[in-house]
Structure formats: structure tokens, C-alpha cells
């Protein structure tokens, strides 16, 4: 994958302003101009806000009542509030260093990497984590897709409809993604993640909504359900992995300010910033109140989907299913959109393909099929985000743009910013060592009963 601001920028940021020499010969200019990041420059600071809303608040929302059962009422919601407090300081050290080189943007969290660590140690370090977090979160919602579907279809059947396996649900969600992910770049999904912005802060409402409207469950408790010691802590590992899973945007927050217009006079972290700001105090109003009251209605016996634990009313729980659904659709284009810009560059940059229509009709489509079968084989939907969550997530949302501001503003020791990103970063290590090991459990415990492609 090569660095193209090595060559100079893209033409539109000449227009946006910068002055310097493009070295760049007219072929590696249409490349640029065609592939999904680089393409299009002329972003509002809405958008921002509302793809990092849609990148940010995923399905695991839902899952965060089931996560605070397992963390218990004092660690739970300490451990909310200081990754919402750390997430969005790191996610304001990205935003600063898109443009930390005079007439020169980092457009993908890699290119940020390279500089700090090197040529090939920044990819090593940044593109398989990248991957894994991106590739991950599409696998994990197109079983949250098709989970939707199957609940808004037996909610609205009733008793009167046949069972139909989750597998023909996924696969009637992934037959979106197949139309949708010919999209060329992030700007042109900017009305499905519009939608589906819309669509979080719909379902999460009527979510809480619900469950306070429920009531607190007779006989409810709020002590660990595990029976044994070794399996309340395996919890409570896994857990932390959905909590950091629920913090995740950081892995596509520079290709969004990529599509921003930026100036000497008006860098485009400005725009950038206030629609992250925007983005955060919706992902409060999303996080809090679901997670907080979901716990509190249900206490240790919620699901690890609150809307799966709601049955009624019948008509409210089968339209937060279908505003889930929706969400997730663009969720799942929002992160795609980078993964996509990854094969592609590698496909005509090193691979010498010609861009073109067909090029990317068979990358995609093939990308999509691949997500969709691994969702159908391993639809365990927790154990995942668990997993996941600690393995990749950890990094590059918790401690990595930690490291990189140390290397590259090398603060004075013992300084403000010097002790904050050090916190950070052990925070982030002990994240990312434990919750892996709690998700591979329980991944391990479901497995034992779950048949494939059933």
C-alpha cells in the first residue's frame, strides 16, 4: 500500500488551497481522483457528524445493559464514562494530526501510522488491526442484520408464520450490500448514513423507552450471574470487550475528514471536530440511558440484545428491529467504505489493475459474499464482540493514536499530555489482554450447543 502523499496531493487540494508542486504524473492523479477516499473533497461538517454517528453507535448499543450485568452497578458505569472520556480524546488527537504536516493530509489511519512508525512498520502495525476491526464489525453486523429481520418477522407473524432459519435472514440483509456497496466513495453514502444516524438514536430511545415503560421485573437481581468465581471474571473480561466495541469509529475517522475541504486558513479539522462533538453528545444520549436503564428494568437476566428481551408492544418492538436493521445497513457501508479503498489501491497501485466499473463489481461483490457466509457459520453474537472487541479495538481506539502523539509530538515527561496519554495507553494494554480471553469463552460455551447453518 503506498503512501500517495509521498507524490503530493490530489488536485482538489490544489483547488482547496494548498500551492505545492504535485509531482504526481496524470495516471497516479486519475487513480486518485477514482479511488473511494481520495475521490471526493467537498464534505460538510454534518456529514461528519452524522457517518460518526453511524460508525460509533453499532448494534452494540443493545448489547451494553448485558455488558453492565456482568460488570456489575460501580465498575459498569465507571468503565462507560472513562471510555466515552478516553475515546473522545483520542479520537481529538486523530482530528489534530490529519494535518500535522504543512500541506500534507494523512487520509487513512495507515498513512498516519507510516509516518509515525515508518514506511512498513506503520503498515504492519496499523492495516491488520484496521482490517480486523473493519472486517470484523461487517461479519458482526450482518449477523446483527439478520437477527433484526428474524425478530421484526416474528414479532409481526406471531404464532400464524413458519420458523425460518437465521441464515435466509442474513442473506436477504447481505442482498442490500450487494447493491449498496457499488456506492464509489464515503460522500455518496452520506444519505444511507444519514438514515441510519437517524435510525440509532430511534431505536435506542424507544429501547430505554420501553424498558422503563416495562417496569422493574418482579424478582429482579443485580448480582453476578455466573455460579462460579473463574466464570464471573471470564464474564466481566468479555464484557469490557463490548464496551470497547461500543467505541469503534476511530478506525475510519480519518478517511471521513478525508472528504473534508481543507485550507492553510481553514484546515479541515475545524469542520471536523465540531461534527465529532456533535457525534459524542449523541452517542451519550444513545449510550447511557440504554445501557443504565436496560440494567436496571432487567437486572442480571436482560439478553445480550435488549430489543430481544422486550416483547411488548408487539407494533414499537417490530419497528425498532426494522429501524436496527436500517442503521446497520449503513453502518456496515461506513465501514466498508475504507476496507474497499484498501483492496482497490492494492489491486491498480501495486497490482497494476486499470480502474474501472468491473474492477470494483467483482472486488465488492466478492467482499460481501465472503462477510456474509463467515456471519452465517458463526452467528454467536456476543462471544464476537467480546473477542473482537479486545483483540483490535483496544488498539486502535484506546492506545494507538496515544503512541503516535508521543512519537511525533514527544511531549515533555511528566507533562499534562505526556501522563494522559500514558494512562491511556495502560488502560488500553489491559483492555485489549483481557477481553479477548472472557469473548473466546464464551464463544467456546455457545459453541458447545450451536449447530451450523441452522
Not at 435510525?199 to 429501547?207: E, N, P, R
Amino acid at each position: 500500500m503506498v503512501n500517495d502523499n509521498d507524490n503530493g496531493i490530489a488536485t482538489h487540494d490544489q483547488q482547496n488551497g494548498y500551492n505545492q508542486v504535485d509531482n504526481r504524473t496524470e495516471n497516479e492523479k486519475a487513480i486518485d481522483a477514482w479511488l473511494p477516499i481520495t475521490s471526493s473533497r467537498n464534505a460538510k461538517w454534518w456529514y461528519s457528524a452524522f457517518h460518526n454517528v453511524t460508525a460509533m453507535v453499532g448494534a452494540g448499543v443493545l448489547s451494553l445493559p448485558y455488558a453492565l450485568s456482568e460488570l456489575g452497578w460501580g465498575p459498569g458505569v465507571a468503565v462507560l464514562v472513562i471510555s466515552w472520556v478516553v475515546t473522545l480524546y483520542t479520537l481529538w488527537q486523530m482530528v489534530e494530526m490529519h494535518e500535522m504536516v504543512p500541506g500534507k493530509r494523512f487520509d487513512r489511519y495507515h498513512e498516519l501510522g507510516q509516518h509515525a512508525f515508518g514506511e512498513k512498520l506503520g503498515l504492519y502495525i496499523v492495516v491488520p488491526q484496521q482490517l480486523i476491526v473493519e472486517v470484523g464489525v461487517n461479519i458482526v453486523y450482518m449477523v446483527t442484520g439478520g437477527k433484526s429481520l428474524q425478530k421484526f418477522h416474528d414479532v409481526v407473524c406471531g404464532d400464524s408464520c413458519k420458523h425460518i432459519k437465521l441464515t435466509y435472514f442474513i442473506m436477504i440483509f447481505a442482498s442490500a450490500h450487494f447493491v449498496l456497496s457499488h456506492l464509489p466513495n464515503l460522500n455518496s453514502i452520506s444519505g444511507v448514513s444519514l438514515a441510519a444516524a437517524v435510525m440509532s438514536l430511534s431505536y435506542s430511545t424507544i429501547a430505554w423507552t420501553a424498558a422503563l415503560n416495562k417496569g422493574v421485573q418482579k424478582n429482579v437481581q443485580y448480582g453476578y450471574k455466573a455460579k462460579s468465581t473463574v466464570g464471573t471474571v471470564f464474564n466481566f473480561f468479555s464484557a469490557l470487550g463490548d464496551v470497547a466495541f461500543a467505541y469503534a469509529g476511530h478506525n475510519v475517522v480519518l478517511e471521513i475528514q478525508a472528504t473534508i475541504p481543507s485550507t492553510p486558513e481553514k484546515p479541515s479539522k475545524g469542520p471536523m471536530w465540531k461534527g465529532v462533538v456533535v457525534a459524542y453528545i449523541v452517542v451519550a444520549i444513545c449510550y447511557f440511558p440504554v445501557a443504565l436503564v436496560g440494567y436496571y428494568v432487567y437486572g442480571n437476566g436482560v439478553s445480550d440484545n435488549l430489543l430481544i428481551s422486550l416483547n411488548k408492544p408487539a407494533w414499537l418492538i417490530a419497528m425498532a428491529n426494522l429501524f436496527v436493521v436500517v442503521h446497520v445497513i449503513g453502518s456496515y457501508q461506513v465501514y466498508a467504505m475504507p476496507v474497499f479503498d484498501m483492496i482497490e489501491t492494492v489491486l491498480v497501485k501495486k497490482l497494476n489493475f486499470t480502474p474501472s466499473f468491473t474492477l470494483r463489481f467483482i472486488t465488492r461483490n466478492t467482499y460481501v459474499a465472503l462477510t456474509m457466509f463467515i456471519a452465517i457459520c458463526f452467528p454467536f453474537f456476543s462471544g464476537l464482540l467480546g473477542f473482537f472487541g479486545g483483540f483490535a479495538f483496544a488498539p486502535t481506539t484506546y492506545f494507538l493514536p496515544c503512541i503516535m502523539w508521543l512519537s511525533l509530538y514527544k511531549p515533555k515527561k511528566w507533562s499534562l499530555s505526556w501522563i494522559t496519554n500514558w494512562i491511556c495507553i495502560a488502560l488500553g494494554v489491559s483492555l485489549m489482554i483481557l477481553s479477548p480471553i472472557g469473548g473466546l469463552r464464551s464463544i467456546i460455551v455457545q459453541a458447545k450447543t450451536y449447530k451450523f447453518f441452522s
